[in-house]
T-cell receptor
Framework: AQTVTQSQPEMSVQEAETVTLSCTYD???????LFWYKQPPSRQMILVIR??????QNATENRFSVNFQKAAKSFSLKISDSQLGDAAMYFC????????????????FGTGTLLAVQP | GAGVSQSPRYKVAKRGQDVALRCDPI?????LFWYQQALGQGPEFLTY????????KSGLPSDRFFAERPEGSVSTLKIQRTQQEDSAVYLC?????????????FGPGTRLTVL
């Protein structure tokens, strides 16, 4: 079974600085998807960034980028120029690529990292 | 456009009561997921629907949990004889398709507290 581990329960960053959130995962599959989700205090989960394992190039979305190390099974999130609105719980998630026939696209989440942004 | 909505947002139940939690997915979304998020934890998968068919219910913790999506749109998660360990936020998510990189869009969740 696949597992996702986030070893940093809490992180703090100064506004305008850069912070990196760590995520490792375990799988025997060779192809899969990885995601970072943001969950603000209102609790609506929002997709931040995604990575397809077969793509070597690291995904980037504006101030958010990932460092995907497939061999090490590591998927860290870097937030540049941190803003007050970035304060939230961040979850790393894994999703298998389903076979045809209705296999589940379920997400497997880590336990989250609570990010505080200091003004 | 409208996102995923859930109701009620908050539910308090006495132990032993039955509860029903509703999810309205984004219109036209084929896939619907339920997740359970305990305090301080990440969401955990409960069950998955493709249209009206419940294709995966491997995450349901006991036979007290039951989900349905009879017309392939709105879904209801029912918990019978609630227990204190059922206290959690229940998240619903929907996605347009079933294959490839289909983004799951989440609702705001229903926070269930069992006294």
């Amino acid at each position: 079974a696949q597992t996702v581990t986030q070893s940093q329960p809490e992180m703090s960053v100064q506004e305008a600085e850069t912070v990196t959130l760590s995520c490792t995962y375990d799988t025997s599959e060779s192809d899969y998807y990885l995601f970072w989700y943001k969950q603000p205090p209102s609790r609506q989960m929002i997709l931040v960034i995604r990575q397809e394992a077969y793509k070597q190039q690291n995904a980037t979305e504006n101030r958010f980028s990932v460092n995907f190390q497939k061999a090490a099974k590591s998927f860290s999130l870097k937030i540049s120029d941190s803003q007050l609105g970035d304060a939230a719980m961040y979850f790393c998630a894994y999703r298998t690529i389903p076979d045809y026939g209705g296999a589940t696209n379920k997400l497997i989440f880590g336990t989250g990292t609570l990010l505080a942004v200091q003004p | 456009g409208a996102g995923v909505s859930q109701s009620p947002r908050y539910k308090v139940a006495k132990r032993g009561q039955d509860v029903a939690l509703r999810c309205d997915p984004i219109s036209g979304h084929v896939s619907l997921f339920w997740y359970q998020q305990a305090l301080g934890q990440g969401p955990e998968f409960l069950t998955y629907f493709q249209n009206e068919a419940q294709l995966d219910k491997s995450g349901l913790p006991s036979d007290r949990f039951f989900a349905e999506r009879p017309e392939g749109s709105v879904s209801t998660l029912k918990i019978q004889r609630t227990q204190q360990e059922d206290s959690a936020v229940y998240l619903c998510a929907s996605s347009l398709g079933t294959k490839g990189l289909n983004e799951q869009f989440f609702g705001p969740g229903t926070r269930l507290t069992v006294l």
